[in-house]
């Protein structure tokens, strides 16, 4: 049952694949090293803080 929930879980995410460009990936890798999180999790809170902000700017 476990699995087959984790299974669910990465069904419903989205994949993208992204070119960097040269330099760029290891500077996200050491700051995802840097915030105990992986590459993943650091573009995505990286995305999401850049979005919060585009949208509280937008409000004023």
Not at 8 to 14: I, T
């Amino acid at each position: 049952m476990a699995l087959q929930n984790s299974e669910q879980q990465v069904a419903d995410k989205e994949q993208f694949i992204l070119r960097l460009p040269g330099g760029m990936r290891n500077r996200i890798k050491e700051m995802a090293i840097a915030n105990r999180r992986s590459m993943n999790g650091e573009l995505l809170m990286m995305i999401e803080k850049c979005l919060a902000e585009e949208e509280a700017a937008e409000m004023q």
